[in-house]
């Protein structure tokens, strides 16, 4: 039976946890209520750096790093993003340079929810309480940014963004309980797709980081999750897609984050402290475990799969309301 | 406000805002006064608060103007019950006036020419509505250019940046609740709309002006303060084939070759003019007729269009051999441009204000004031670095407007259809801004925008809905 062990509990925040990424590099950025950013290195479970914390005037919701690169987004309920990075190209120097702000994007009336970079990392999409994407085009130097989209079709609060691996295809989750698919027509951007299903706020969702599926696990309010298959795309603008399963029920209370492991491994965690892994199997979708109390009577707010490191350590990383990031090492066997 | 915000489909308006601060305050005049304090007892019959066009106006607590709340006050059913109340007391005249991208979209709606459809639509307004007057916009319309061409010799020298249209009623409103640092940018010169309006009430101040429009921000536009006299109400193309439905009537049946166009214009007016329309896009071509105005006087020099990331920014350029860059416009449509105008526009400005130190580290990033043409040879336009810059709400422009009879969701089968139409456009006779026009380009201010800031409410008794994580 697969397994769960804690390895560390990372007091980083005094208020809540929200997100959490690492970037190639080994290099953790949190955001937190208390306004902060901290970025901790994953082998040393050593804080690097705190980020300026006058940049945001409240809340940074969510913490994304471009891939391949040391720029970090981070989305802030001041409803701004600001952008960081250093001229250094790494973190390995004793003496490394400060990093800096390099842009603050303005748009958005309201609190951002979350910021999230496509595979290539050119484009940025955020979105907002204010209902709507955005989906910006960042030049190479992460300082200019120029809005190329804005999506309005949600009719509520849009929770939270992810982009496919390697398809121009976006979802973004919403407080309308639906899920929307984005993709590239032409010079704009067209939702091709509406996921109904879910009975509450979808908080999140995630693509398989798979090449020739393509599917989407999503987070609820209402407690499940569930998967969704690409089931015809007809190169038109519109997609259709199904709902192909709801994963056996093992929250008692909203699912707030879900993250698709590049092994096929899903993990959700919610409002119940729950961190759940599910796994499929010839007969569908099965609980593989089920860690309770994740942040202690705490809510755990987000869940991450990590990439870094040695492919035969799985990593995960859950942002709790305690203020806590926890690091967790999952194994198979 | 709409435009920006949302689908050309009239169902898919935002509703008033969910927090209208309105309902917060309660017109307070009908209540008697009470010198004892009640506690723990409601008001029996809580009063019904009303909000008006505008209220909307005047708020900058949201940013929408409800379906509802448009409709209510200004509608083809507003129109008929007027109409009728017109009949009977037989003391005002019906004067109509219609904007070139409805006669466009109604001649492809009813699969007729556009000189069909205007002998049609004119026999219609005349016969079963007994319209004195019905015209098209191009009269008003010469006026704003050359009003707006005027004021630009005067501004461009004295302004740092670019100066903006106020045509665009979505992008107005949107200017003046939200992003009031936009405001000393913007010219005050009124729409076509307007000015027609004026015009018309002019030729005989007793009459009702009806006004068929692309957009439904035009009914707000009308509302205005300093507009209300010259529009009485406001109805877009899709309201009125909703009308002909209400009334049973086959549109094609008063299809006539006889032309009344004469007989329905104002006397002094030039009866041709007003149906016809100028060069430059299909919005009203505001940007090319000011490089334009500005051709003859500078011999030998061209307007150079130069294509921008998105087939809704066009930048064009007065050039010559001997001077250079003389003048430059751009023509910026949709939310998405429009932000990216405004942010180059404002975001420094806010950025510095809140004390962040933003550090430039790229060498190659140019500095404010050096243009890309120095160091590269490819032309790219840059809208906020023109001297006039053409705004519009909708993508497309105003041949897209959300009352035209498109019913197309799919925003890429929209935009086709508006090529269509901008493509038709082309194809009227185009005119140029005559010299009849100056007789009526006085120093009046009566064809001006009163623009403003509209603060925020401070209202403390809103609710927000949705929660905030």
């Known amino acids: 039976m697969a397994g769960l062990k804690l390895l560390k509990s990372l007091a980083l925040h005094d208020d809540k946890c929200w997100s959490v990424d690492v970037n190639n590099g080994g290099i953790m950025a949190t955001g937190s209520t208390d306004r902060k950013i901290k970025l901790v290195d994953i082998r040393s479970f050593q804080i690097i750096e705190e980020l300026d914390d006058t940049a945001h005037k409240k809340t940074v919701r969510s913490v994304a790093w471009r891939p391949h690169s040391n720029i970090l987004a981070a989305g802030s309920f001041d409803s701004t993003v600001s952008i960081w990075g250093k001229d250094d190209d790494g973190y390995n120097d004793e003496n490394d340079l400060e990093t800096e702000l390099l842009a603050i994007i303005e748009g958005h009336e309201n609190e951002i929810k979350c910021v999230a970079w496509s595979h290539d990392g050119e484009l940025l999409a955020t979105c907002s309480r204010d209902k709507s994407v955005w989906i910006w085009e960042a030049d190479e130097m992460g300082e200019e940014f120029e809005c190329i989209s804005v999506l309005q079709e949600h009719s509520q609060d849009v929770k939270h963004v992810i982009w496919h691996q390697s398809l121009p295809l976006l979802a973004s989750s919403s407080y309308d309980d639906t899920v929307r698919i984005w993709k590239d027509c032409d010079d704009d951007w067209e939702c091709c797709a509406v996921l109904n299903g879910h009975e509450g706020t979808v908080w999140s969702s995630d693509f398989e980081k798979s090449n020739s599926n393509v599917r989407l696990c999503s987070g609820s309010d209402d407690g499940t999750v569930r998967i969704w298959c690409l089931e015809d795309d007809n190169g038109e603008y519109e997609q259709e897609w199904i709902q192909e399963s709801i994963l056996p029920k093992a929250h008692t209370r909203a699912v707030y984050s879900v993250n698709w492991s590049p092994k096929g491994y899903i993990a959700s965690t919610g409002s119940d402290g729950r961190l759940v892994i599910y796994k499929e199997s010839e007969d569908g979708w099965i609980v593989e475990c089920i860690h309770e109390l994740t942040h202690g009577v705490y809510e755990t707010n987000m869940v991450k799969w990590v990439e870094y490191g040695s492919k035969d350590v799985i990593l995960l990383i859950t942002a709790g309301d305690d203020g806590h990031v926890n690091v967790w090492k999952f194994d198979e066997n | ?469």
């Open chain 2, 1 to 469: 406000m709409s435009a920006l915000l949302r689908d050309a489909d009239l169902n898919d308006f935002i509703s008033p805002g969910l927090a209208c601060v309105k309902p917060a305050q309660p017109q307070k005049v009908e209540k008697k006064p009470s010198f004892e304090v009640e506690v723990g007892i409601e008001s029996s019959e809580p009063e019904k608060v009303s909000i008006s066009l505008q209220d909307c106006l005047a708020c900058a607590g949201c940013i929408t103007s409800s379906e509802e709340i448009l409709l209510s006050k200004q509608s083809h059913k507003v129109f008929l019950e007027k109409w009728s109340e017109l009949e009977e007391l037989d003391e005002r005249s019906l004067a109509v006036s219609i904007s070139p991208q409805c006669r466009l979209s109604l001649a492809d709606y009813y699969s007729m020419c556009l000189a069909d459809l205007d002998r049609c639509f004119q026999n219609f307004m005349k016969t079963k509505f007994n319209a004195k007057y019905v015209v098209g916009t191009q009269f008003g319309r010469s006026i704003s250019i050359s009003r707006i061409n005027a004021t630009l010799k005067d501004r461009v020298p004295e302004n740092e940046g670019p100066l903006l249209c106020s045509v665009c009623p979505g992008f107005v409103l949107y200017a003046e609740k939200t992003k009031p640092e936009l405001i000393p940018h913007m010219l005050d010169v009124k729409s076509p709309q307007q000015i027609t309006g004026n015009l018309l009430k002019q030729a005989d101040p007793t009459c009702y002006h009806l006004s068929i429009m692309p957009c439904f921000d035009k009914k707000l536009e009308a509302s205005r303060e300093e507009c209300e006299k010259e529009v009485d109400c406001v109805i877009t193309p899709k309201e009125f084939v909703a009308m002909l439905g209400d009334l049973s009537i086959d549109f094609k049946s008063y299809m006539t070759e006889y032309d009344s166009s004469k007989e329905l214009c104002p006397s002094g007016w030039d009866y041709k003019l007003h149906w016809l329309s100028n060069e430059g896009s299909s919005s009203g071509g505001y940007a090319y007729q000011y490089l334009l105005s500005l051709q003859s006087s500078n011999p030998e020099s061209d307007i150079i269009t130069i294509e921008g990331k998105n087939s809704d920014v066009t930048e064009y350029r007065l050039v010559s051999k001997s001077k250079g860059v003389i003048a430059s416009s751009s023509e910026v449509y949709g939310f998405r441009n429009i932000q990216n105008l405004v942010r180059k526009l404002s975001q420094s400005a806010s950025v510095k204000k809140r004390g962040i130190k933003v550090k430039r580290r790229g060498q190659s990033v140019l500095k404010s004031g050096e243009t890309s043409e120095k160091t590269t040879k490819v032309l790219t336009a840059d809208p906020a670095k023109t001297d006039f810059v053409e705004v519009m709400a909708c993508p497309s422009g105003c041949i897209n407007g959300g009352g035209l009879l498109n019913e197309e969701k799919n925003a890429n089968r929209r935009k086709q259809l508006a090529q269509d139409l901008s493509l038709a456009y082309t194809k009227v006779h185009s005119v140029n801004i005559p010299d009849i026009v100056h007789a009526y380009d006085d120093k009046s201010n009566d064809f001006k925008y009163n623009l403003r800031v509209i603060e925020p409410s401070t209202s403390s008794d809103v609710v927000a809905v949705g929660n905030t994580w």
